[in-house]
Nanobody, 127 residues
Framework: QVQLVESGGGLVQAGGSLRLSCVVS????????MGWFRQAPGKEREFVAA????????YYADSVKGRFTISRDNAKKTVYLQMNSLKPEDTAVYYC????????????????????WGQGTQVTVSS
């Protein structure tokens, strides 16, 4: 059974930083691209970032490019999302997700490509 467990969310002031973590079990983690999505109240779940299996390739939504960094540690089966210069519009529940096999980071932007999801972690940015 695949499990994805996120942590690191919280309340932060605008301009601040947070680092999200997602530990994965039940999959051969090092083989798969991984992604982060977010969902704000009343909005659709949207793509944030993805990283290829080796960590060499990344892809970001335009709204977070230059502020967020996705990374991974295959030995720890963990994917991270470093979020800097946070804005109130970044407020959302953030989800870690694992897509179908064989996708590159730039291919894994649609949530329909994802098989497994974490429970989410709340990020709130105050103005």
């Amino acid at each position: 059974q695949v499990q994805l467990v996120e942590s690191g969310g919280g309340l932060v002031q605008a301009g601040g930083s947070l680092r999200l973590s997602c530990v994965v079990s039940g999959r051969t983690f090092k083989w798969y691209t991984m992604g982060w999505f977010r969902q704000a109240p009343g909005k659709e779940r949207e793509f944030v970032a993805a990283i290829g299996s080796s960590g060499g390739n990344t892809y970001y939504a335009d709204s977070v490019k230059g502020r967020f960094t996705i990374s991974r540690d295959n030995a720890k089966k963990t994917v991270y999302l470093q979020m800097n210069s946070l804005k109130p519009e970044d407020t959302a529940v953030y989800y870690c997700a694992a897509p179908k096999g064989g996708l590159t980071a730039s291919q894994a932007v649609d949530r329909s490509e994802y098989d497994d999801w974490g429970q989410g972690t709340q990020v709130t940015v105050s103005s």
